[in-house]
């Protein structure tokens, strides 16, 4: 569930740069975006911004520019604040890599996908899984998220899915498919998965406040 979006109290003391508010929205937001900046890394594919200190480097940026006074203020409480803080996350990333390039011309669209070396488990795995879905959950379309909801979190049968939703078993076949490709393709971006790791989306089934 969007925090600021839907706490008014929060995105005020937010506002005021009351440092309990700033210290909530970092805890929040911090594990999914460490996820999506690891993720750009591997893309970018350069070995210097792959190291765990590059990376702590550009998360506490990100998080630098979107606590700073001008940009509090000028947030829009009507949009997610994840999609704006990867938004940032993005431009401060290619800024980064313009340093270590020089001054060619580049932008966020030269961040194409490419081969990733597979990522071990660690400690956190799990939550790194957790954070990426959460990411990719937040993306989807609303027929998607109705799937996901009503076959993975809600555990209902396709029957009972087709049910809820109104959909035929063949459409929802379709939508599954298009939920389980989509979660696997972030999951592959951001170094969590082999290629040839069999996967299930209902393994990472997440309950949301």
Same mark, same amino acid.
């Given at each position: 569930?969007?925090?600021?979006?839907?706490?008014?109290?929060?995105?005020?003391? =937010?506002?005021?740069?009351?440092?309990?508010?700033?210290?909530?929205?970092?805890?929040?937001?911090?594990?999914?975006?460490?996820?999506?900046?690891?993720?750009?890394?591997?893309?970018?594919? /350069?070995?210097?911004?792959?190291?765990?200190?590059?990376?702590?480097?550009?998360?506490?940026?990100? =998080? /630098?520019?979107? =606590?700073?006074?001008?940009?509090?203020?000028?947030?829009?409480?009507?949009?997610?604040?994840?999609?704006?803080?990867?938004?940032?996350?993005?431009?401060?990333?290619?800024?980064?890599?313009?340093?270590?390039?020089?001054?060619?011309?580049?932008?966020?669209?030269?961040?194409?996908?490419?081969?990733?070396?597979?990522?071990?488990?660690?400690?956190?795995?799990?939550?790194?899984?957790?954070?990426?879905?959460?990411?990719?959950?937040?993306?989807?379309?609303?027929?998607?998220?109705?799937?996901?909801?009503?076959?993975?979190?809600?555990?209902?049968?396709?029957?009972?899915?087709?049910?809820?939703?109104?959909?035929?078993?063949?459409?929802?076949?379709?939508?599954?498919?298009?939920?389980?490709?989509?979660?696997?393709?972030?999951?592959?971006?951001?170094?969590?998965?082999?290629?040839?790791?069999? =996967?299930?989306?209902?393994?990472?089934?997440?309950?949301?406040?």
């Amino acid at each position: 569930m969007p925090l600021l979006r839907n706490d008014p109290t929060l995105l005020r003391a =937010f506002r005021a740069g009351e440092r309990s508010a700033l210290e909530t929205v970092y805890r929040h937001y911090v594990r999914g975006l460490d996820v999506y900046l690891r993720a750009l890394s591997h893309r970018s594919g /350069m070995p210097e911004l792959r190291q765990a200190s590059a990376v702590q480097d550009l998360l506490q940026d990100v =998080f /630098m520019r979107v =606590f700073a006074a001008g940009a509090r203020h000028a947030y829009d409480e009507r949009r997610d604040f994840a999609p704006y803080l990867r938004a940032v996350a993005r431009n401060s990333f290619v800024d980064a890599l313009r340093k270590r390039q020089g001054e060619r011309s580049l932008s966020a669209e030269d961040l194409t996908p490419c081969a990733l070396e597979p990522s071990y488990p660690t400690a956190d795995y799990e939550g790194q899984v957790l954070a990426t879905l959460e990411l990719y959950l937040d993306d989807i379309s609303p027929d998607l998220r109705a799937v996901y909801e009503q076959r993975f979190v809600l555990g209902r049968s396709q029957q009972a899915a087709c049910d809820s939703l109104g959909v035929t078993r063949r459409s929802l076949r379709t939508l599954e498919d298009r939920l389980r490709r989509g979660l696997r393709k972030s999951l592959l971006l951001a170094g969590l998965l082999y290629i040839d790791t069999p =996967f299930s989306v209902g393994a990472f089934q997440i309950h949301r406040e």
